[in-house]
Nanobody, 123 residues
Framework: QVQLVESGGGLVKPGGSLRLSCAAS????????MAWFRQTAGKNREFVVA????????RHLDSVKDRFTISRDNAKNTVYLQMNSLKPEDTAVYYC????????????????WGQGTQVTVSS
């Protein structure tokens, strides 16, 4: 059974930083591209950033490109999202996801999803 478990969310002030983690199990982690999405109440889930199996390809939402960094540690079956210079509009539930097209960094079509972790940016 595939499980993706996010952690690291919380309340942070504007301009602050957070690091999210997503621990994967039940799959061969290095055979999956990984991504982070986010969703706010009443809106569709939004692609944020993706990484292929070895980190050679990344895609970013334009609004986070200079602030958010995705990375992965295949030895630990974990993907990370470092978020800097956070803004109130970054407030959302953040989800990690796994995609079987491991050599790409897709925008959509993800096979597996975590339960999400809340990030709130507020003073």
């Amino acid at each position: 059974q595939v499980q993706l478990v996010e952690s690291g969310g919380g309340l942070v002030k504007p301009g602050g930083s957070l690091r999210l983690s997503c621990a994967a199990s039940g799959l061969t982690f290095s055979r999956y591209a990984m991504a982070w999405f986010r969703q706010t109440a009443g809106k569709n889930r939004e692609f944020v950033v993706a990484i292929n199996w070895n980190g050679s390809q990344r895609r970013h939402l334009d609004s986070v490109k200079d602030r958010f960094t995705i990375s992965r540690d295949n030895a630990k079956n974990t993907v990370y999202l470092q978020m800097n210079s956070l803004k109130p509009e970054d407030t959302a539930v953040y989800y990690c996801a796994a995609h079987s097209k491991f050599d790409e960094a897709p925008f959509d079509g993800y096979n597996y999803w975590g339960q999400g972790t809340q990030v709130t940016v507020s003073s």
